[in-house]
Nanobody, 124 residues
């Protein structure tokens, strides 16, 4: 089992930046890739970004060039640096982990473990 705990959410103004963190514990050696998803109010959960053990990354088109995903394997932590945030990116952001699979894993159905989510609100 892998436990994931997100932190770093909050209120930010449009155009602002925020960095989310996700700390993993448990059988972290088994995590092939870790990803971030988000669920805006009243909408489906959507893929944001994913990073593999070797630090290869993949992004949704909507966040390319503005978001950066990274991981620190020594600390079992993955980060999501978000720049130039937009009001429509208000959502609950979830961290997820996957044991194995093809690359890139962009479907939420592929992920084995999930955090509880952290709220990000982009508003003036």
């Amino acid at each position: 089992q892998v436990q994931l705990v997100e932190s770093g959410g909050g209120l930010v103004q449009p155009g602002g930046s925020l960095t989310l963190s996700c700390a993993a514990s448990g059988r972290t050696f088994s995590t092939y890739a870790m990803g971030w998803f988000r669920q805006p109010p009243g909408k489906e959960r959507e893929f944001v970004a994913t990073v593999r053990l070797d630090s290869s990354s993949y992004y949704a088109d909507s966040v390319k060039g503005r978001f950066t995903i990274s991981r620190n394997n020594a600390k079992n932590t993955v980060y999501l640096k978000m720049n130039s945030l937009k009001p429509e990116e208000t959502a609950v952001y979830y961290c997820a982990a996957i044991d194995r699979g093809s690359w890139p894993p962009i479907s939420s159905a592929l992920y084995n473990y999930w955090g509880q989510g952290t709220q990000v609100t982009v508003s003036s």
